[in-house]
């Protein structure tokens, strides 16, 4: 398994401005992903972080609102960008250990966002 | 479209009241069902991968099955320790799920 620490648990934010999430493991990972958890719904996956190159969004989100950046394999920040309200929900990064053959992700807590 | 729905959305059991949560899915070539716990405060904890119908897994009082459906989640003699959301979800590509919305159950000592 791997442990994964999520910063800030949660907060609260102004409309329009932005928060930088980190999420760090505590070993080396290949796969780190980003997802977002809305009150009563399933998780949507945002995007792939990909170390060394630019993540990959699902449909429906963006670059330009959701700045990824993966500097290396154990580490990587989720910003959200010139919130509303509709932006509060709890994000999450979840990994799959490199030394495991099987695809079982790894969450960390998440953090939980409300924007006012 | 392909997606994954979970019944029921909430459950109330007694302590020792066996029961089952059930997940459906739809997409075709199914690479693997997953079932997690998520506890309040929490990110999902892995419980059970699923590959081919017919499959079962057990854990303590858990017991996860498969069908070309659906899956179930076995609960035996549920303890409160047992209360928690139980999420399932499909891997439709590579690393790529769509998850339920959960079954959040509670167990009443």
């Known amino acids: 398994s791997a442990v994964i620490s999520q910063k800030p648990s949660r907060d609260i934010c102004q409309r329009g401005t932005s928060l930088t999430i980190q999420c760090q493991v505590d070993s080396q990972v290949t796969m780190m992903f980003w997802y977002r958890q809305q009150p009563g719904q399933s998780l949507t996956l945002i995007a792939t972080?990909?170390?060394?190159?630019?993540?990959?969004?699902e449909s429906g989100f963006v670059i330009d609102k959701f700045p990824i950046s993966r500097p290396n394999l154990t580490f990587s920040t989720l910003t959200v960008s010139n919130m509303s309200p509709e932006d509060s929900s709890i994000y999450l990064c979840s990994v799959v250990p490199s030394d495991r053959a099987s695809n079982i992700q790894y969450f960390g807590a998440g953090t939980r966002l409300s924007v006012l | 479209e392909d997606q994954v729905t979970q019944s029921p959305e909430a459950l109330r059991l007694q302590e020792g009241e066996s029961s089952s949560l059930n997940c459906s899915y739809t997409v075709s070539g199914l690479r693997g069902l997953f079932w997690y716990r998520q506890d309040p405060g929490k990110g999902p904890e892995f419980l059970f991968t699923l590959y081919s119908a017919g499959e079962e897994k057990e854990k303590e009082r858990l017991k996860a099955t498969l069908t070309k459906k659906e899956s179930f989640l076995h609960i035996t003699a549920p303890k409160p320790e047992d209360s928690a959301t139980y999420l399932c979800a499909e891997e439709y590509n590579f690393n790529k799920f769509y998850f339920g919305s959960g079954t959040k159950l509670n167990v009443k000592p």
């Open positions: 972080a990909n170390q060394g190159s630019e993540a990959t969004y």
